[in-house]
Structure formats: structure tokens, C-alpha cells
């Protein structure tokens, strides 16, 4: 796996990504003023637009990809990303995210939670005119998902979960949208059944690689590089997969780390000292085992389709994603 | 104008009511159990349900009213209705309504958030599979204009509004629901264009008049029968048609009532004693006569369709919004 850069794999899409930047910037038009600037505020710094990347790079499988359609889809898609993060942003009392402050840290909760409701609303509207029921049935279903994914966290036992629990969670709350990306964008484009098949695989094993390597980032991450404070998922009691491998070394017996990890309300030494335990650990080590081994399962679901450019530049997306400082 | 007991319009469409319910009940069979509780929370006791009798009654004047694609738009848009005010609940903080806990009372905020972002998701897939664009549209336009509402309210500088902006704002907030349900429901059904126009208008006039009465009833409602907690949009500082009608009687000069209505984190007896002075005041009657007038409007647009029971039915929906007491 070479090292990649970002730049490589948005090479073959970077016209599709530039208008879908206008019109996610044009999303709140229309809106209440407030609105209005929330979108403008959301979107002022180019992301990695990941997602979009996907669902551009996956209609060039197929053979009918209309390219207003597809873009219609890419913006669907991201749409329901940022309106999920928006209120995760308020259930989680977030102030920053990649250092640009949250909705409801620059207004407030109730601000974010309608800003949040109309980004929803947003993406609908554009999913509802694509042409082909079955993806917008997977727009829906992957809110769904979303949303079990986010009840699951907040209503979830004080407890260490298992490795299954956290995948589960996982999957519903992060691959579940990279695989609509890819396998609803195949489908829009009339991709053949076995590609929209492969491109589906993709995607859920990206979106676990993807989000299992975001969660060793927030452990052992240089806090410049990632754009976030480090060890909220501790400051925030959530027991991610590198604590759960860092528990199973550790608490053969006790279950004192467990307890320290799943406990509320901890002050910043306490933050500091669990980082180093953790890090000290194998824990990050094995769960960036697994995350490769997500992203195997990923590179071997492409060599279903054919070999083109587009193909390449998944795999750069791929290798990106677990490489990835930030 | 004949005082109206519900029991009467509700008569044509009984058997699709029935449905309905089963249907709402059933949203959340395949979701998380948190969700599925918190649905069977919802609907455990039937509402007034008067969103989906006028859609059902709406639909009896096209020429093409397939039962399950009615069905279809009746719960979408009943779920958008449902999940708009567990939001809304979120921001008002509101503990009861209706005299059932509320989903932030008996769960808490995060899960009120997500169940609301669920019940959202599950009324536009509905939505989405509705065989007209229009419809479609529609809804989407609905929820918007919902959000926009909302935010007006959030967003609104602690200042007395002008009739006008208050009217503006329950039209989004209520009215536009309702025009929705007549005028989607009558699309969906292939009526002809003028009747589609007046069911529309009846709908828009019908929540205007909704909204105004609501708005007294939480003024001068009896605490039992309104089966609410009295003067809630005094506690929130929430100013609304009698309130300013009032202002303008009382206040020539001073605005010294204005103040004490606008006033945050106020006590039980400043409550009480404005409730006293505000039903004191002109401001109930003249708002009364408000909703009258667009009850009037209402019941003319009704005249630009055939005769017939449905016809009757949405008549006496009419005469029971206004003379209702809960």
C-alpha cells in the first residue's frame, strides 16, 4: 500500500466535485437567513469531500450515468452526512469540528437542531427526483442506519461493548453511507449487477477502515495534523476499538482501565493518563491491523470491476483512508 | 357557524382513519428499540387526527383516488407533523403536550433529537414513492416551510411582532401543513385544477384559523378540557395575536405590558397576572374575530367544489377548528 495524497484520486472527478461545491453553497438560498448562513458557514473550507469522490468514481462503472443525476446524488449524500453531523454536533456538545466551530457552538443547540432538520429536508428533496426508486430507498435506508447507529451511542450501557457491538455500530453509523455512495451511484449509472455488488463491498469495508482508523487518530494522533482535540471519544466515554483491544491486554482479570475509560466526567489529567496507557498499549496497533485488513477486503472487492482509471483512483481512496494523519 | 363535536366529519373516512392508525403504530417495527418505544409513546392515544382526515376527505373530490397512495401521503405527512413537534418539544422544553410526557421529558433531549430526525426519514420515504413529482415536492416544501417557521421563532429578537409578522410566521408554522394535506391530497387524486386551488386555499385559511384559536385557548382555555398547561406562550416569551392585540389597546404610550410579556424566566404570578389583564383586554375577542375571518374564507373557498358529504365534512372540520375548546 503506497502512501497517497489526496490530490491523486480527485483528479478524474474534479470537474463534478467543483459544481457540487457551488451547489452545496447554494443550498440555502431560499432559506431563512439564519439558515442562510449556517450553510454558508458549513461550507466555507473545502473537506475532503470523500463521499462525493465516491459516488463520482463509482458512476463511471455504469453505462447510462447522466451526469446531472449523478450530481444530484453526490449532493443528496452529502447533504444527509452534514445534517447528521450537525446533530451529532449538538448530542455530543461538540464546539469544534476540524477546527471550524460547530453549529451549535457559533448559535446554538436549537439553531443546529433545525439547521440540521433543513439539511435533512434538503437531501430528500433531492433524492425524491432521482430516477430509480431502489436508490432512493437507499438514501433512506442509510438515515435509518444513521439513526440506529446514533441511538445505539447515546442510549448504549455504561459498558465496554465487543468487538462485534462496536463493528455493528460502526457500520450503521459510517460504512453504511460510504456503501450508498458507491453502490447507489453504480446504480444510478446502470452498472452491471455484479459491480453495483462490488462497488457495495467497497464501500462498507472503506467506510469500517475509514472510520476504525478515525478512532485510532483520535488516540494517538499528532492534534495539529488531525484537526481535532484528542481523546474526546474519552472525554466523551466512548470506548472505541483500540480501548476495547487496550482493555483485553490489560484487564485479563481487574477491569480497572475499563472502568476508567468508561468513566464520566473525567478532568484533563485524567484524559492525559489514559492516552498514554492506551498508546502504551497494543491496542492502537491491533485495531490498525484490523482496519487493514477492512481495507484488503476493500482493494480485493475492486478487482471485481474493470480495470481503468477510475478503478485506480478508488484504490488511491483506499489506500488514503488508512494512511490518512488527519 | 353550528358548533361541531368531532365525531361528524370524521364519518366518510372512518375505515381509512382506522388503517392509518394501525400504520403509525407500526413505524417502528423494524427500527431500534428505543425508537420503536418511543413510536408506540407517540401513538398510543388517538390525536384529533385532523391532518389525515383532510387528506382523505381532500382526495374524494379527484377522480383517481388510489386508497394506498392516499394512505401513503396521510402517514408522510402525519409523521412530518409528529416529528416536527418532538422537536420542537426539544426547544421549548416543553415537559407535556396533551397532557402525555413529552419523548425529551421521558427520555432525554439526544433521544428526542434522533427520533425526530427518524420520524422525518420515515415521512419522506413515504413520500418519496408517491407517483407525483408535485406531491413529492410538496411535502418537501412543507418541511421546509416548518423549519423556517422554527427558526423564525429561535431566531426572533425579544421584540413584539406586527400582525403581519406573526400571520407570516403561523403560516409556515401551522397553515402550510395544512394546505399541504387538502391540496397534495386533491393533486394525488387528479381533481380538477380549480378544485385543487380551492382545497388549497381551504387548507391555508383553515390552519390560520387553527393556529389563532390555539393560541387564545392557551390564554383563556380552561386547564382541563384544553388539556394543556395555560400560558405557555407567556412562560416562553412567545408573543402571539391576542397578546398583541392587547399591547395595542393597553400600551398607547407606555409598553409597559409589551416589556412584562416579552420578559424571560418569569414567575408563576407575573404568569397569572398577565393572563388576568390579557383576558381582560379586547385581545382574545379581536383575535377570536381574526379566525373567524379566515374560518369565513375558508368555508368560500369550499364553494368551488361539487356538493357532496365530503364536502359537508370538511365544513364541519371548519366550524369545529374554531369552536373547539381542546
Tied chains: 1, 2.
Excluded at 433531492?126 to 442506519?145: D, H, S
Excluded at 484537526?227 to 471519544?233: I, M, P, Q, S, Y
Aim: include cysteine.
Amino acid at each position: 500500500m503506497r502512501a497517497v495524497t489526496g490530490a491523486s484520486f480527485y483528479a478524474p472527478v474534479e470537474e463534478e466535485l467543483a459544481e457540487l461545491e457551488r451547489r452545496l453553497l447554494d443550498v440555502g438560498r431560499a432559506g431563512h437567513p439564519v439558515f442562510r448562513a449556517a450553510v454558508a458557514h458549513l461550507f466555507q473550507t473545502r473537506g475532503k469531500l470523500l463521499r462525493p469522490t465516491l459516488v463520482f468514481l463509482a458512476a463511471r462503472f455504469g453505462t447510462a450515468a447522466d451526469r446531472e443525476v449523478v450530481l444530484n446524488l453526490a449532493e443528496s449524500l452529502e447533504l444527509v452526512h452534514t445534517a447528521s453531523l450537525v446533530h451529532d454536533d449538538v448530542v455530543d456538545r461538540a464546539e469544534l469540528r476540524r477546527n471550524v466551530e460547530t453549529v451549535n457552538a457559533k448559535w446554538n443547540d436549537d439553531v443546529a437542531l433545525i439547521v440540521g432538520d433543513y439539511l435533512f429536508a434538503k437531501a430528500y428533496a433531492l433524492a425524491a427526483v432521482l430516477p430509480k426508486p431502489e436508490v432512493i430507498a437507499i438514501v433512506a435506508e442509510t438515515v435509518f442506519a444513521l439513526c440506529d447507529g446514533e441511538l445505539s451511542e447515546v442510549t448504549a450501557a455504561r459498558a465496554l461493548p465487543s468487538e462485534r457491538e462496536y463493528l455493528d455500530r460502526i457500520e450503521l453509523k459510517t460504512a453504511s453511507l460510504y456503501a450508498a455512495c458507491c453502490q447507489g451511484a453504480a446504480l444510478l449509472a446502470e452498472a452491471d449487477a455484479e459491480h453495483v455488488a462490488a462497488l457495495g463491498a467497497f464501500g462498507t469495508n472503506l467506510g469500517l477502515a475509514f472510520q476504525i482508523t478515525d478512532d485510532i487518530l483520535d488516540l494517538t494522533g499528532d492534534e495539529e495534523d488531525f484537526g481535532k482535540t484528542l481523546g474526546r471519544d474519552l472525554l466523551e466515554g466512548m470506548p472505541t476499538l483500540p480501548m476495547i483491544y487496550a482493555v483485553a491486554e490489560r484487564d485479563g482479570s481487574g477491569g480497572a482501565l475499563a472502568s476508567r475509560i468508561l468513566a464520566p466526567a473525567k478532568n484533563e489529567e485524567e484524559v492525559r493518563g489514559l492516552l498514554a496507557e492506551i498508546r502504551d498499549s497494543s491496542g492502537p496497533e491491533r485495531a490498525r491491523q484490523r482496519a487493514l485488513a477492512f481495507h484488503g477486503a476493500a482493494v480485493r472487492a475492486l478487482e471485481q470491476l474493470p480495470a481503468r482509471a477510475e478503478r485506480d483512483a478508488l484504490r488511491d481512496v483506499a489506500d488514503f483512508v488508512v494512511s490518512r494523519v488527519r
